[in-house]
């Protein structure tokens, strides 16, 4: 599964870019395995999409992770959040 996500780091804003894109779930986690609440909204093309955190994060690393749909791929990416 082939992502693009930037910019990293960001403010809880940024783009996801990939190929397998609409066939996906995306999720963001703290470093403990929280789920974070974000919302996604897709851009131009059906293989972008802008991903905004809908609270106050601290300043950190964060993790998103994309499953594929079937279950055959997952990707997660070190996401770094500057407030």
């Known amino acids: 599964m082939e992502l693009v ?5 960001n403010r ?4 996801l870019s990939g190929q397998e894109l609409t066939l996906s779930t995306t999720r963001l986690f703290t470093v403990s395995g929280v789920e974070i ?3 996604i909204s897709e851009l131009e093309t059906l293989k972008t999409a802008k991903i905004t955190v809908k ?7 964060y993790y998103l992770k ?3 749909i079937d ?3 997952s990707k997660t990416i070190n996401v770094l959040i500057n407030q």
């Open 55 to 61: 609270i106050n994060l601290p300043p950190g690393t």
């Open 37 to 39: 609440p974000i919302f």
């Open 71 to 73: 279950g055959g791929k």
């Open 66 to 68: 994309v499953d594929s």
């Open 5 to 9: 996500l930037f910019p990293n780091p």
């Open 12 to 15: 809880g804003e940024f783009t």
